[in-house]
């Protein structure tokens, strides 16, 4: 079993930054790879980055390529979401999730946390 608790939501105005925290519980947490996925109001779950087991693999969705960076510390059961030059679009709860297959898809994946909301104002 594994629980995630996301953090580090909040407002921000277009052009800004934020980071995001997902603090896992279990000693396992380095056999897992990460994910973010994000859902915005009216709109399905959509993947956000993914993150492998090691750290020295992500992966991003094309609309936040370039602009978000995921990392992890082992040491510390904790996967970060770094989102600079933050768009108004990037309005949405952000979810931490976890799951040991790299190419498992929303409808797959073991773990979620409960979100974490990220406003953008224009």
């Known amino acids: 079993q594994v629980q995630l608790l996301e953090s580090g939501g909040g407002l921000e105005q277009a052009g800004g930054s934020l980071r995001l925290s997902c603090a896992a519980s279990?000693?396992?947490?380095?056999?897992?790879?990460m994910f973010w996925f994000r859902q915005a109001p009216g709109k399905e779950r959509e993947f956000v980055a993914r993150i492998d087991r090691s750290g020295s693999s992500q992966d991003y969705a094309d609309s936040v390529k370039g602009r978000f960076t995921i990392s992890r510390d082992n040491a510390k059961s904790t996967v970060y979401l770094q989102m600079n030059s933050l768009k108004p679009e990037d309005t949405a709860v952000y979810y931490c999730?976890?799951?040991?297959?790299?190419?498992?898809?929303?409808?797959?994946?073991?773990?979620w946390g409960k979100g974490t909301l990220v406003t953008v104002s224009s």
């Open positions: 279990g000693r396992t947490f380095s056999s897992y790879v």
């Open positions: 999730a976890a799951d040991r297959n790299w190419s498992s898809s929303r409808a797959s994946i073991d773990y």
